[in-house]
């Protein structure tokens, strides 16, 4: 130990006068050291407890209170959400059926935006990968409504009973036919898109 400072010392070897050198102990883990604190309440913390927010390091309790109102969506949240959700993809692929061609095609932007704004009130205005995943997934299951309802329209129109798989195959190349139409593809793309930047 050098006693005169400044003395062939180095630097970081120099005694800091005036600072008590204690060393200062995380909270939540007593044997690591650190002199990190957490920015909300002062509570010491290390880097194995600390949580980075987008205003800087917190201690694990101040990031969760954080955290809370918004991003903690509940299965009750995730229930109500799917439920308009379908509600909804329901009502506007049928309605949708209804709208006269060169108009149909636009029909998913509203839809996009109705079906967005929806989930998100459902769900109390939380945000979450998973409410974003159902409105833009509702959105497309509104397109499916739409051409299942043309297909059995037609098919009431006909008066013919046909046999379930005659049904089921035809729904399907309705709903594949459908989708081959790269407006439509361009217009549902943006749809889902208005959807969950809705819920984002
Ligand atoms: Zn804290
Ligand atoms: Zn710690």
Redesign the pocket.
């Known amino acids: 130990m050098c006693a005169i400072i400044g003395a062939n010392c180095p630097p970081e070897r120099a005694p800091r006068l005036g600072v008590t050198q204690e060393p200062l102990y995380?909270a939540?883990?007593p044997k690591?050291e650190?002199n990190l604190r957490c920015g909300k309440c002062g509570k010491l913390?290390?880097p194995?407890?600390m949580v980075y927010t987008p205003v800087g390091a917190r201690c694990p309790d101040c990031a969760q209170v954080r955290r809370l109102p918004i991003y903690d969506v509940s299965a009750a949240n995730y229930l109500s959400a799917l439920g308009a959700g379908m509600a909804m993809a329901l009502v506007a692929g049928v309605v949708w059926s209804f709208i006269p061609g060169f108009v149909s095609i636009w029909v998913p932007l509203l839809i996009g935006y109705l079906v967005g704004e929806g989930v998100s009130r459902a769900a109390n205005r939380k945000r979450s990968r998973g409410l974003q995943v159902i409105a833009g997934t509702m959105v497309f299951a509104s397109f499916i409504v739409l051409q299942l309802f043309r297909l059995f329209v037609q098919i009431a129109a006909s008066g013919r009973e046909l046999p379930m798989e005659v049904v089921s195959s035809a729904a399907i190349r309705s709903v594949v036919s459908g989708l081959l139409n790269p407006y439509l593809l361009v217009v549902l793309a943006l749809g889902i898109y208005l959807a969950v930047t809705r819920t984002r």
């Open positions: 995380c939540t883990h690591i650190t913390i290390c194995k407890c």
